[in-house]
């Protein structure tokens, strides 16, 4: 995967917007970030994902997820994309969506679906 292709199904949600964070590119639900590409190119910076679960997503899939210390104390993962796959990526970043996108925008979401 890449950063455009998790753009194309991202950017089809209602509410999400290209943005930039820290000067690179990210997607962004009503001025908040959804994720960011990471400065290396390949890593998506995923927040919205608690630490308890961050630990089992790295001991389990250590090629695709992991974090360094500067994420350490935050709810987030970073996912190299080279590595993963639209299905591992794609519900991640949605159950963040809902999480950032308004009521009304989630309930016609579901409602299409």
């Known amino acids: 995967?890449?950063?455009?292709?998790?753009?194309?199904?991202?950017?089809?949600w209602p509410e999400v917007e290209d943005g930039t964070s820290y000067g690179t590119p990210a997607l962004k639900v009503r001025k908040k970030m959804l994720?960011?590409?990471?400065?290396d190119g390949d890593s998506l910076v995923m927040p919205g994902v608690p630490q308890n679960e961050r630990q089992m997503l790295v001991?389990?899939?250590?090629?695709?997820?992991?974090?360094?210390?500067?994420?350490r104390?935050?709810?987030?993962?970073?996912i190299r994309l080279s590595k993963a796959k639209r299905a591992t990526v794609e519900?991640?970043?949605?159950?963040?969506?809902?999480?950032l996108a308004s009521k009304k925008a989630v309930n016609e979401f579901d409602l299409e679906a």
């Open 35 to 39: 994720a960011r590409l990471k400065e």
């Open 73 to 78: 104390d935050y709810p987030m993962v970073l």
């Open 91 to 99: 519900p991640f970043l949605r159950r963040h969506w809902r999480t």
């Open 59 to 71: 001991e389990s899939q250590p090629q695709v997820f992991y974090f360094t210390d500067h994420y």
């Open 1 to 12: 995967m890449t950063f455009d292709d998790v753009r194309k199904f991202a950017l089809a």
